[in-house]
């Protein structure tokens, strides 16, 4: 049996309903947390297969490999990455912004578009994903998850909401992959029938939340009731599920190959990631070479 990770935000929502709705969860082991948390399991051998974050999966391609199918991000807004400021984002030259401890890639993003599109260089500190706290000793945060989407939601007057993921659609004309399910490649190589079955198993998740998206948000919105900022209202949950993208094609691909090669180029990322090419690797001989789709050249 698999021993696969679930992000434990809403994002993750639609898939968990697919899975149960199939059956298909009930065949794998499947273990819920923060997306830190999932890489460092993955990493150690206590996960197989696992969403990541994007920059985790950058920065560990020697040791992981890309499933295919499945990812988290969106073409436009994605209501829940984003940047919180008290003004302008001009006006954040030489100021302190807060980024979430439970972020990496929505962090780097921000640095991006703060550094290389907007043209400032604010002083950066990490913190825990308290948006008061955060907010009690910087000038902007960066924030994410069901807090981010609460935010969004109801918004404290004197705050700005800029959505990442719009953000870096206007910049580069391309969506935005925030997460993508990874594989340890020695599991890959021991086992690509589990792999196969697994990427499969969460492609019709998505294709059952997709055909269900009533039900979805009133299991969404139940789910979220257990969370400490209360329920979110299920029309929300179905315009957020409705701007999020699962899909990793070529336009995807492309834009996975462009924030490497930005972040490359600030040595946010090792050197030498290769692109990734659309075919899939559970679809074609996997190697133990790290030539293969993600590793290092």
Not at 182 to 195: F, G, K, N, Q
């Amino acid at each position: 049996m698999a021993r696969l990770g679930d992000i434990s935000f809403l994002n993750c929502a639609p898939l968990r309903w697919g899975l149960a709705d199939s059956g298909a969860g009930a065949e794998l082991d499947v273990r819920s947390g923060p997306p830190e948390w999932l890489a460092d399991e993955l990493l150690a051998g206590r996960l197989d297969i696992s969403p990541v974050s994007l920059a985790r999966y950058l920065g560990q391609a020697d040791e992981l490999v890309l499933l295919p199918g499945p990812a988290i991000g969106s073409d436009g807004p994605v209501r829940s990455c984003h940047l919180v400021s008290r003004g302008p984002l001009e006006e954040l030259d030489g100021r302190v912004v807060a980024l979430s401890e439970v972020s990496r890639t929505t962090a780097l993003l921000a640095r991006l578009l703060l550094e290389d599109l907007v043209g400032v260089r604010p002083v950066y500190r990490r913190a825990p994903q308290n948006v008061g706290e955060m907010l009690g000793s910087a000038q902007a945060a960066v924030v994410i998850g069901d807090d981010a989407l609460r935010l969004r939601t109801r918004t404290p007057e004197g705050l700005r909401v800029f959505d990442t993921g719009e953000l870096w659609r206007s910049w580069t004309g391309l969506p935005m992959v925030f997460a993508v399910w990874a594989v340890r490649r020695d599991y890959a190589l021991a086992h690509p029938d589990r792999v196969r079955a697994v990427r499969d198993a969460l492609t019709d998740a998505v294709r059952r939340a997709r055909a269900a998206p009533a039900a979805v948000a009133a299991s969404a919105a139940l789910e979220s009731a257990r969370g400490p900022g209360g329920a979110l209202p299920e029309e929300v949950l179905l315009d957020y599920f409705r701007v999020l993208d699962y899909s990793l094609g070529d336009r995807q691909l492309a834009s996975i190959r462009e924030f490497a090669r930005r972040t490359e180029a600030r040595g946010e990322v090792p050197p030498g990631v290769r692109p990734l090419p659309p075919t899939t690797f559970v679809d074609t001989p996997v190697t133990a070479s790290p030539s293969v789709p993600g590793g290092r050249q």
